[in-house]
């Protein structure tokens, strides 16, 4: 017998996840601290300095890991690019010449993967101080009517932080559950960084996701494979994770495939349009067939319970 056979139910869980039950740990929460303005203030960043001008341009909102790829982009760019880098969003730095910008790129890397994690390290230590009131949440709801039904279930966690699991073992007697904790964790070192499709020169090689030996997948295909029902909270699909599921998404998305219940819990409107928009890459461009084939749900966790 197959250990997954009797885990049919799966829970993936992205930052949504930790932001719907009230912690800050957004990057743009990351980006308003001062584990971050350190990197600019102390440590001369440019990389930090970049993704804050980025964060302003775009109106408070930054996906970095996604901006990581861009940085690294413009670093191997034409000279007119870099120019701009250099005097315009960099202003006001001390600047010799994109050699250097360049050179100092990894371990600007390393320093702001460092400052990520001391400042969600505090967060998890500051928890329970937090006065937000979780078992009201969305998040915490979702997670008492799984354990409610008395199935195994198998949680895939993509956050740093381990929140979902102090939730689950917040119940009594613990459930039936096993848990993936796919992008390192804190006690360790994250795997933060781009996906393996983009293409980046030889000395950015330590920016894809499946460089960093933390990385903890193996299995995946075969958890979502074997599930009659997958459950995404708080998990955008984003660019930067496509590679962990095009091949499940494209396959559901065929005659041949097993039928399953997938459900994507959102914040809003935007979230909504985003996760369809992502749907569209990873079925290429099949997503009516994906809606043909299984029974596609959603829900809109910014509404509030009632």
């Not at 043909?292 to 009632?306: A, G």
Request: aromatic share 14%.
């Amino acid at each position: 017998m197959n250990e997954l056979d009797e885990f049919k139910t799966v829970l993936i869980v992205g930052n949504g996840f930790d932001l719907n039950i009230n912690f800050p740990t957004s990057y743009s929460d990351f980006m308003g601290s001062q584990y971050f303005n350190e990197l600019i203030l102390a440590n001369d960043n440019w990389l930090a300095q970049y993704l804050n001008y980025k964060k302003k341009q775009d109106g408070n909102w930054i996906d970095m890991e996604k901006e990581l790829g861009v940085y690294a982009n413009i670093l191997k760019s034409t000279p007119s690019i870099q120019n701009e880098l250099v005097h315009k969003v960099l202003k006001g730095k001390r600047i010799l010449d994109i050699s250097e910008i360049s050179t100092c790129f990894r371990k600007e890397y390393f320093q702001l993967c460092n400052a990520l994690k001391k400042y969600l390290i505090d967060i998890e230590n500051n928890a329970k101080s937090n006065n937000a009131d979780i078992t009201k949440s969305v998040a915490h709801t979702l997670i008492r009517d799984i354990i409610i039904d008395r199935i195994p279930y198998y949680v895939v966690n993509f956050n740093y932080t381990r929140f979902v699991e102090c939730i689950i073992k917040g119940f009594d007697p613990i459930p039936d559950c096993k848990i993936l904790q796919i992008h390192g964790s804190l006690k360790k070192d994250i795997v933060f960084g781009v996906q393996d499709s983009l293409n980046l020169n030889r000395e950015h090689v330590f920016l894809y996701k499946s460089h960093n030996i933390n990385k903890n997948v193996e299995g995946l295909p075969r958890i979502l494979e074997n599930a009659n029902k997958i459950i995404f909270f708080g998990y955008s699909l984003g660019e930067t994770d496509h590679s962990y599921f095009s091949d499940f998404f494209e396959t559901q998305a065929t005659p041949q495939c097993h039928s399953k219940t997938i459900k994507f819990y959102h914040y809003g409107q935007d979230a909504y349009d985003d996760i369809i928009w992502q749907l569209k890459a990873l079925t290429n461009n099949r997503t009516s067939y994906l809606n043909q084939y299984n029974n596609i749900q959603f829900e809109d966790s910014s509404i509030t319970l009632k």
